[in-house]
């Protein structure tokens, strides 16, 4: 495919990902999660911060911005890996957004998105097994760990069986890659033990 629509579709969709949206609904009450909590952008601190129903929208838009970016990527580049990549580009948009001095969230909600558009059935897995950790940990970042796994683990799985393309297993594992080291503090946490739960802290 010819390489002026790769980059194109990678960098449009860098920039929906990094649409802050935690700080533009947190104008809302004047507030921004950046200055308290984990300091993150996204759904879970948006609910420590700016209270659950704002925090719904937050995870609603941050979701929307990986769905657009691949759906605009699809339609920039005539090969898929356009909107694949551009789904990549948004999680990294989102995780370190040039609009708020290369701060953001963890990315989970907008790859979620991207994954949604790409191989829905990767979420259909996901969600669930999050959820579950959640429950029985209320560890949120452990749970997004695992379910950030499980999608790329379930996109080779689905490769191997013929069900999706190459660009698939790309943007999964790259997916992954980003949501991991963004959650690189709370990892350290984790093998320390002191990692907050969600609801108790």
């Known amino acids: 495919m010819p390489w002026l629509e790769l980059l194109v579709a990678v960098g449009i969709g860098y ?4 649409i802050p949206s935690g700080v533009l609904i947190g104008r809302l009450r004047g507030i921004d999660p950046r200055d308290s909590g984990s300091g993150r952008t996204g759904t879970t601190n948006a609910i420590r911060t700016l209270g659950t ?14 769905i657009a970016a691949v759906l605009i990527g699809n339609a920039i580049g005539a090969e898929p890996l356009a909107g694949a990549l551009a789904g990549v580009a948004a999680v990294v948009g989102h995780v370190k957004s040039v609009f708020i001095g290369f701060h953001g969230g963890r990315g989970v909600a907008t790859g979620a998105g991207a994954m949604l558009v790409l191989a829905p059935v990767t979420i259909l897995v996901a969600v669930p097994e999050l959820i579950a950790v959640i429950w029985a940990t209320r560890l949120v970042s452990l749970a997004s760990l695992s379910a950030a796994t499980t999608v790329a683990i379930v996109s080779i799985a689905l490769y191997l069986l013929g069900w999706v393309g190459a660009e698939v297993v790309v943007a999964a594992v790259l997916i992954g890659v980003v949501v991991i080291l963004s959650h690189f503090d709370n990892i350290r946490r984790l093998l320390a033990g002191t990692e907050r739960r969600f609801g108790r802290d």
């Open 15 to 18: 920039l929906v990902g990094a």
């Open 53 to 66: 129903t704002l925090a719904i929208a937050v995870a609603a838009l941050d979701l929307g911005k990986g």
